[in-house]
T-cell receptor, first 114, second 112 residues
Framework: ETGVTQTPRHLVMGMTNKKSLKCEQH?????MYWYKQSAKKPLELMFV???????ENNSVPSRFSPECPNSSHLFLHLHTLQPEDSALYLC?????????????FGPGTRLTVT | LAKTTQPISMDSYEGQEVNITCSHN???????ITWYQQFPSQGPRFIIQ???TKVTNEVASLFIPADRKSSTLSLPRVSLSDTAVYYC?????????????FGKGTKLSVIP
């Protein structure tokens, strides 16, 4: 247990569906992250939130929409996804934003888009 | 685009020392080098972090030469449970934007 939980662990959705991924951290951290990990690419940083404010958006398509209602919760809203969006989506948190701070990762959500 | 480069895979026998090298030619003055370990179907886990010279903890050692353009993760006497993917991470924030970059990772296979 890393102190970061993600739900659901597995998700299958059609291209016209709307779904959300949830991440919760119990570590009192101020920064939270969404990563995408697919078979053909390395870990890709998608979004960074620091004190509930988005501070980084790495050219992610608009069909992915993050939300951070408070410092403990992070959501990734999904709509009209493509099959190439199938991947493992990982949430992480750290004390503050920045690589200097150790990141704690959740177990991930395995997403399959059909 | 700044990036890190690692060997794709390595094999080692149990009990041997394993050294994995990462290249990061564009590292900025204030950047740290961090290594993570990832087992299948799990999120990455922090192993070690350093800025220069040598850092050692209970799990591994990290060697960083003076020019800091590369770093080497050293795992002493590996066991089967060390079979995992190892990622080298550099901030590359010297340009003013937060660009956290994982390498492609090195898949270490420990053989009995």
């Amino acid at each position: 247990e890393t102190g970061v939980t993600q739900t659901p662990r597995h998700l299958v959705m059609g291209m016209t569906n709307k779904k959300s991924l949830k991440c919760e951290q119990h570590l009192g951290h101020n920064a939270m992250y969404w990563y995408k990990q697919s078979a053909k690419k390395p870990l890709e940083l998608m979004f960074v939130y620091s004190l509930e404010e988005r501070v980084e958006n790495n050219s992610v398509p608009s069909r992915f929409s993050p939300e951070c209602p408070n410092s403990s919760h992070l959501f990734l809203h999904l709509h009209t996804l493509q099959p190439e969006d199938s991947a493992l989506y990982l949430c992480a948190s750290s004390q503050e934003r920045g690589q200097r701070y150790e990141q704690y990762f959740g177990p991930g959500t395995r997403l399959t888009v059909t | 685009l700044a990036k890190t480069t690692q060997p794709i895979s390595m094999d080692s026998y149990e009990g041997q020392e394993v050294n994995i090298t990462c290249s990061h030619n564009n590292i900025a003055t204030n950047d740290y080098i961090t290594w993570y370990q990832q087992f299948p179907s799990q999120g990455p886990r922090f192993i070690i972090q350093g800025y220069k010279t040598k850092v050692t903890n209970e799990v591994a050692s990290l060697f960083i030469p003076a020019d800091r353009k590369s770093s080497t993760l050293s795992l002493p006497r590996v066991s089967l449970s060390d079979t995992a993917v190892y990622y080298c991470l550099v901030d590359f924030s010297g340009a003013g934007s937060y660009q956290l970059t994982f390498g492609k990772g090195t898949k270490l296979s420990v053989i009995p």
